[in-house]
């Protein structure tokens, strides 16, 4: 009997990878949309997958809140150092590397990533939104005085919570905790998707707020995951495989001009590729 859980990569990947990249190309404004599924491939859990690596222990729901923050701050800041120490770890990956070289082609205008590790960032990504926040800083609660995380994962290792020097209040980390507001990454992400022309979502399931909402104001709109997801009868284009190869085809198809039809019949401006006449 067939195992249907593990999903084949189809053949016709090729194919739905030209399409996609004909209208990279195209688009006049490209967003993308990442999930924890482009970092699974740097061997970071995803949150929400029960029972494997750092979550095997505990929820995260209930450890990366802000209740468990305020009530709980040493479990909390010991669960920050566990986690920081993890995504310290982890390299870029393939697909973060093909994401950094559409950008800096010209092809994305802006990435916007669920994931709180900066590999991103750390790939060469320039214009990125984390709709989720971020371990490299943290901020006092009280006056807003910024410090590097290395510095509050210091105060944690030493046993101390970490305390504002200039009012002694909890420096929190700049990470978006389960009922925190959102942040104004998110805002700033809704305008991009609704002034793009396309977007990809990429290893994401697409079910968690808040980016659940955002491949609805897409004008078009793809989506490279393992699994099928709730917006896949909606897209223009769906690319069922891992992001790393999927992201690292695109980029071979987008920059040779595989896709047989040459630049945009357009001219929409772009000048990264390799194809200009
Ligand atoms: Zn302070």
């Known amino acids: 009997m067939p195992d249907s859980s593990v999903p084949e990569e189809p053949s016709s990947i090729s194919r739905e990878i ?8 195209n688009a006049g404004k490209c967003v993308v949309l990442t999930g924890a599924g482009i970092s699974t491939e740097s061997g970071i859990p995803d949150f929400r997958s029960p ?10 729901m209930a450890v990366l809140s802000a209740t468990a923050f305020r009530t709980k ?8 150092l566990k986690l920081c120490e ?3 770890a982890a390299e870029p990956n393939d697909g973060h590397r093909a994401l950094a070289t559409l950008e800096e082609m010209g092809f994305v205008d802006v990435l916007v990533t669920q994931n709180i590790d900066g ?9 990125v939104l984390e709709v989720h926040g971020h371990l490299r800083t943290g901020t006092c609660v009280k006056c807003g005085k910024t410090y590097e995380m290395g510095l509050v994962l210091d105060a944690v290792r030493r046993g ?4 504002c020097s200039a009012c002694r209040a909890m420096i929190k980390p700049d990470v978006v905790l389960f009922e925190d507001p959102l942040p104004i990454d998110f805002v700033l992400a809704q305008q991009a998707v609704v002034e793009s022309d396309l977007l990809i979502a990429v290893g994401s399931s697409l079910e968690v707020a808040p980016v659940c909402y955002l491949p609805a104001m897409a004008s078009h709109l793809a989506i ?4 099928p997801t709730g917006y896949d009868s909606r897209a223009d284009v769906v690319i069922r495989a891992k992001a790393g190869r999927a992201l690292t085809a695109l980029v071979d198809a987008v920059c040779l001009g595989s896709d047989g039809n040459g630049r945009s019949e357009q001219g929409n401006g772009r000048n990264g590729g390799s194809s200009i006449e």
């Not at 101390?160 to 305390?163: F, H, I, N, V």
């Open 86 to 88: 993890t995504l310290q």
């Open 119 to 127: 590999l991103h960032q750390r790939a060469g990504s320039k214009n």
């Open 51 to 60: 029972g494997t690596g750092l979550w095997s222990q505990v929820d995260p």
């Open 224 to 227: 490279i995951n393992l699994m």
């Open 160 to 163: 101390e919570l970490p305390k």
């Open 18 to 25: 030209v399409e996609l990249a004909r209208m990279v190309r």
């Open 73 to 80: 701050p040493e479990a909390f800041y010991q669960f920050i």
